[in-house]
């Protein structure tokens, strides 16, 4: 769901339906995909059970949101973030929604120490205008980033360390 979406339009992908809808009030899905949303509205509990409520049982749940409230930057002021969380705080919010907690862990945990350095360096730490922080880098940087995250993925499930997004695989019951 996206209120984005110009209009209702429905898919296949690898011989699965894909529903694109602004809204709705039930649906039989298996699964919800709620990748960095939770983080923009006010009530992220209220919103996950709005959609927990309108699914059959049985249905997965995929949720990523941006790690660590102090990694603030302008770059999520520029998104209009209402906040960043920490893997347990996530977690609750799945479970207050009625969702039962299938693993959870942080990704990008490779790159969090390059990326928590630059946003608590002293020019970091200081307040930033709202502006994304998204760039092109060159190709040999793109490279090495693409194979740290390379390398991380096969252990991405046992990371409950850091990151720079948490992942939540949860179900409802």
Request: hydrophobic fraction near 40%.
């Amino acid at each position: 769901m996206d209120i984005s979406y110009d209009a209702d339009s429905d898919a296949t992908t690898s011989g699965k339906p894909v529903h694109y809808r602004r809204g709705i009030d039930s649906v039989d899905a298996d699964l919800v995909l709620l990748m960095d949303v939770l983080e923009h509205v006010d009530d992220d509990v209220g919103l996950l059970k709005a959609y927990v409520d309108k699914v059959p049982s049985g249905s997965r749940f995929l949720m990523t949101v941006p790690a660590f409230q102090f990694l603030w930057s302008g770059h999520d002021d520029f998104l209009e973030h209402k906040r960043r969380y920490t893997l347990a705080q996530f977690e609750t919010v799945a479970r207050d929604a009625g969702l039962t907690v299938k693993q959870g862990a942080y990704y990008f945990g490779a790159v969090f120490p390059i990326a928590a350095t630059l946003r608590l360096l002293p020019k970091g730490a200081q307040p930033s205008p709202p502006r994304s922080q998204l760039k092109q880098h060159h190709r040999v940087v793109n490279s090495i980033l693409k194979t740290l995250c390379s390398i991380e993925l096969p252990f991405m499930g046992a990371n409950r360390l850091a990151g720079l997004t948490v992942f939540v695989l949860a179900q409802k019951p």
